[in-house]
């Protein structure tokens, strides 16, 4: 559908025109053909036509020439000449007749012209037969009446009507045909010339297109290399800002840590003074007779002070696993990463092998297939792999035999590593929550501060990769690690410009 106002491209604009040239060129020249084909019929028509008439009259002539030669000399070499040729004579008059197709008049004076030779024929045989028979006079006399002259007249002036109408139908054709080759010698040379303006338009248009297109390169290569040099920038204000944070984290982890640790020794010294309290409280109330003791009620401030210890203690080593994994992941982005070709079956094998008595005390199996060589971060992999692994290992549904499966796939753009299990899966609501830090999903029935999954997608993050979750088929989770092959590659180039 074409939309109100549209204007087609000029480039468009001229290739329609070349087309209807050319179309218009090739009907013309279709049409001049076919007048010229006709023309040549017609021409082949009346030459064939003439060329008849003029073997007619060498005919005729040769027969009355064999009839005189007979006569005069009474040789047979006349007579054979005479016979051969007049045999000729009827059967061209047929061919003539038929060469007259439809047309009345042609065939009225095929007819005539029939009637004529049969009668000039009958005079020659009765010349003939009479020599034959010995009645040379009478024969003479047969030709000196004049009445063959007579026939052989009218004959002649029939044939050469006939032959003066084909000549001018040859000569009518003749010049058709010239205004047919002239026209279509015009069709062509003009389709030549407007075929070649528009084939210089074309090329005007296409060096103006090509000026735009080298002008909107250059303008998009300025507009890419300052966008670059944006990106370089705010990059490198991310990196100081990241850097600041990491830093920042360091050092309120590390200043929180001294606060907690005086609380745990306090915690310590109210255990002990809980303890001597109890001790002399409780010997003191031995030395009162039985019947003057009061209830202190003692037995249940111990249980109260020990429920508030405990609690106190369980907070502080919630706080301090807390504070150690912020430490951890501090740690992790501060350290460089060390790129090298990594064989992921080797990788994961070695994982397996750390994993392999909490898999059996679950009862589930692992499932390891054929994997890739990448070049990445080794440290980086054991970490997301591992957390992935254990994460599969901690949410198996009680009851099921567990099964675990690490397999690969290859795209043009990435490899694709991805973690699998049957486990109680993840609620489709809470599938980005699962990477948040400190956030966990589904029912806290298991160990841990929900920094794992932040941690692992941070460090695929780092080396060019992305982490993401999906429901398996099967029932339960399928992670993906997907690393980014662009981003190998700009690895490798790197450490060739460092080694130059």
Do not use: C
Request: glycine share 8%; net charge neutral; charged share 25%.
């Amino acid at each position: 559908m074409i939309r109100k106002g549209y204007r087609a491209p000029p480039q468009l604009a001229l290739v329609l025109a070349g087309f209807a040239v050319v179309l218009l060129m090739s009907v013309g020249s279709v049409w001049l053909i076919r007048q010229s084909q006709a023309t040549n019929e017609r021409l082949a028509h009346a030459l064939t036509v003439t060329n008849l008439i003029a073997t007619m009259r060498a005919d005729l002539r040769r027969t009355e020439s064999g009839q005189r030669g007979f006569l005069l000399t009474g040789k047979a070499a006349y007579l054979n000449d005479y016979n051969a040729t007049r045999g000729r004579l009827l059967p061209e008059i047929d061919q003539l007749a038929s060469l007259a197709g439809d047309e009345a008049e042609a065939k009225q004076r095929a007819g005539t012209l029939r009637a004529l030779l049969e009668a000039k024929l009958a005079e020659l045989s009765r010349t003939v037969d009479l020599e034959l028979s010995d009645r040379h006079r009478e024969a003479l006399e047969v030709v000196a009446t004049d009445a063959g002259l007579v026939l052989t007249q009218q004959i002649v002036q029939n044939l050469a009507q006939i032959a003066a109408e084909e000549g001018a139908i040859i000569d009518a054709a003749r010049r058709s045909a010239d205004r047919t080759d002239f026209a279509l010698f015009a069709i062509n040379l003009a389709g030549v010339v407007v075929i070649g303006l528009l084939a210089y338009g074309s090329f005007l248009l296409f060096r103006r297109s090509a000026r735009q297109i080298l002008a909107s390169e250059r303008a998009v290569r300025e507009m890419n290399a300052e966008l670059e040099a944006r990106v370089a920038e705010r990059t490198a204000d991310l990196e100081e800002a990241n850097a600041e944070i990491q830093r920042y984290a360091y050092v309120v982890t590390h200043d929180l840590r001294s606060p907690l640790v005086n609380i745990m020794g306090f915690t310590s010294e109210l255990e002990t003074l809980r303890d001597d309290l109890f001790k002399r409280s409780g010997e003191s109330e031995a030395q009162v007779p039985a019947a003057d003791r009061e209830d202190t009620a003692l037995a249940g401030l111990r249980g109260d002070f020990d429920e508030a210890i405990h609690f106190i203690k369980t907070s502080i080593a919630k706080m301090d696993g807390l504070i150690n994994a912020i430490l951890k992941l501090s740690r992790a982005g501060r350290r460089e990463l060390a790129i090298q070709p990594i064989d992921l079956n080797d990788l994961v094998e070695v994982i397996a092998a750390d994993f392999r008595h909490r898999i059996k005390e679950s009862g589930a199996e692992l499932t390891i297939g054929e994997l890739p060589t990448v070049r990445s971060d080794r440290m980086a992999l054991e970490q997301i792999i591992s957390n992935l692994i254990d994460n599969a290992i901690k949410y198996l549904r009680p009851g099921v035999a567990g099964r675990i499966s690490i397999s690969a796939a290859e795209t043009p753009l990435a490899y694709r590593i991805s973690v699998a299990d049957n486990g109680r899966g993840i609620d489709p609501k809470d599938r980005e929550r699962v990477f948040e830090l400190f956030r966990r999903a589904g029912a806290q029935d298991r160990p841990g501060e929900g920094i794992g999954l932040a941690h692992a997608r941070g460090l695929a993050r780092r080396i060019g990769g992305a982490l993401g979750v999906a429901d398996n088929p099967g029932g339960g989770t399928v992670f993906t690690l997907s690393l980014s092959k662009h981003w190998m590659a700009r690895q490798v180039t790197a450490a060739k410009g460092e080694a130059a």
